[in-house]
């Protein structure tokens, strides 16, 4: 069934396709590549939605790397964030360590600004961050922004590549937009 016919998903709009999408991928690894190839980063996954990025621009990494994981999260299925609530921390040490954090999607920022507080107050040496997404709007956290994304969206609700709209979606290979 395409997307925009699954009934909570109803008059959704495809904005970036799969091939998009990829390329997006590509750019944001080339130039990971360029800046930490000899640095042997750990690259921290924010589940959920971060996985799916993840998983497709680290095997584009080709150089000793580090993966952990970690679980925070603010939108809880809703369309708007709240607290984050942490669910689960790196288990690997942050000591002296250069940190890349991919996740989904740089909305408001309030999700990677508490990642990287804790991440610094861990002892992490530096902390950048990947996104896939970087939302376009004036209610950004002051101070963040994404040190790689791979495309702009415009101020609307969006699923796919792991996004969800109330908890579906994320499978998608594109990105679309929906009004909520
Ligand atoms: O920039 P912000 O406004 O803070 O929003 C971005 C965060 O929101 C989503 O996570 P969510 O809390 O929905 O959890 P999920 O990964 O389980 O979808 C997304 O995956 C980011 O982590
Ligand atoms: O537009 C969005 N879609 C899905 N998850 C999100 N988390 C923050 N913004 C979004």
């Known amino acids: 069934m395409p997307w925009e ?14 091939d998009a999408i990829e390329q997006a991928y590509d750019r944001i690894a ?10 042997r980063p750990l690259i921290l996954s924010v589940m959920i939605g971060g ?9 584009r990494l080709d150089f000793p790397l580090e993966m952990d994981y970690l679980h925070a999260t603010r939108y809880r299925n809703e369309t ?4 984050l609530v942490w669910h689960a921390l790196p288990t690997s040490s942050f000591e002296d ?3 890349i954090v991919i996740d989904d999607i740089l909305d408001e920022g309030f999700t990677l600004v508490g990642i990287i507080d804790a ?23 002051e101070g963040i922004s994404a040190d790689f994304f791979g495309v702009e969206a415009p101020d609307r609700y969006l699923f796919g590549a792991g996004m ?3 908890g579906l979606g994320r499978n998608a290979p594109g990105i679309y937009a929906i009004d909520v």
């Open 119 to 141: 991440l610094k107050a861990g002892g992490a040496r530096s902390v950048a961050t990947a996104v896939l997404v970087n939302k376009i709007h004036e209610r950004k956290h």
């Open 51 to 59: 996985i799916i990025p993840a998983g497709q621009i680290v095997p």
């Open 97 to 99: 360590r250069d940190i």
């Open 30 to 39: 080339a130039q990971i590549t360029s800046q930490y190839s000899d640095k």
């Open 5 to 18: 016919d699954v009934p909570e998903l109803k008059g959704a709009e495809l904005i970036f396709d799969a």
């Open 80 to 83: 708007r964030g709240g607290d």
């Open 164 to 166: 969800d709209c109330k």
